[in-house]
């Protein structure tokens, strides 16, 4: 093809000499370079349309979202049913009772490994007993869950959560402590920072021994009980 297009080139240089013809433009060398290779000289520019499906991001997890969550699984309904544990969970209360085993951060690794191959070294027919058990308590919570979710109940405790998470809860015995103070050492340094002022207010809070600060740790403990209260 590249022979064929020098010869059409040349035969097209000597008929200018001769005839006076124009040589060959850029553009036709180009056309004919792709036409003796088969190719065209215009692309062609067909655009085909992707049935791809606009991927959806997933929701952002807001902090109230947070808060609600952490209510929920700090507050559960009271008339939710209890989830029943598991086979190995009731044989490893089970063992921990006869064995006499206290829980302790020392002795918690310690019982944990006891437990454990004190389960495996059962037999199918040990195990079965503690499996059965947890197998009829689910079944029995399944059923509860059911009727628990017609009855409406769930609905309207996440109504109620919805509603207390709009309410902030009481202040702690710091918080009160800080919120009395923060005035009173402004006033004595009223040129000073509110940043120092602070540093100055929680400095005190942490020279205060356990006995002064009962009062105002029992002050919050007394108005957390009554918020507290709402969730019942």
């Known amino acids: 093809a590249i022979t064929r297009f020098n010869s059409l080139v040349i035969k097209s240089l000597s008929n200018t000499a001769i005839y006076g013809c124009t040589l060959p433009t850029i553009?036709?060398?180009?056309?004919?370079r792709n036409a003796s290779s088969g190719k065209s000289s215009t692309k062609s520019k067909s655009k085909t349309k992707s049935s791809t499906k606009k991927e959806t991001k997933p929701k952002k997890v807001t902090k109230k979202d947070q808060k609600i969550a952490k209510l929920l699984?700090?507050?559960?309904?009271?008339?939710?049913?209890?989830r029943p544990i598991n086979?190995?969970?009731?044989?490893?209360?089970?063992?921990?009772?006869?064995?006499?085993?206290?829980?302790?951060?020392q002795t918690m690794a310690h019982v944990s490994r006891s437990v454990s191959s004190a389960w495996r070294a059962l037999t199918p027919v040990d195990k079965s007993k503690y499996q059965e058990s947890y197998a009829?308590?689910?079944?029995?919570?399944?059923?509860?869950?059911?009727?628990?979710?017609?009855?409406?109940?769930?609905?309207?405790w996440l109504d109620k959560i919805l509603k207390l998470a709009e309410?902030?809860?009481p202040k702690s015995g710091y918080q009160l402590f800080i919120k009395k103070r923060m005035p009173q050492n402004h006033e004595k340094q009223p040129n000073a920072q509110i940043k120092d002022i602070m540093k100055l207010t929680a400095s005190e809070w942490k020279t205060l021994n356990a006995e002064q600060k009962k009062p105002w740790n029992d002050k919050a403990k007394a108005?957390?009980?009554?918020w507290e209260k709402k969730f019942a």
Not at 73 to 82: F, H, S
Not at 139 to 152: F, H, I, L, N, V
């Open 27 to 32: 553009a036709s060398r180009e056309f004919a």
């Open 73 to 82: 699984k700090k507050y559960p309904d009271p008339q939710q049913p209890a």
């Open 87 to 105: 086979g190995y969970l009731r044989f490893s209360a089970d063992y921990k009772k006869r064995n006499g085993f206290v829980l302790t951060p």
């Open 136 to 156: 009829n308590d689910r079944t029995k919570y399944k059923d509860a869950m059911k009727r628990y979710k017609e009855s409406g109940r769930a609905n309207i």
């Open 167 to 169: 309410e902030k809860p």
């Open 223 to 226: 108005a957390f009980a009554e």
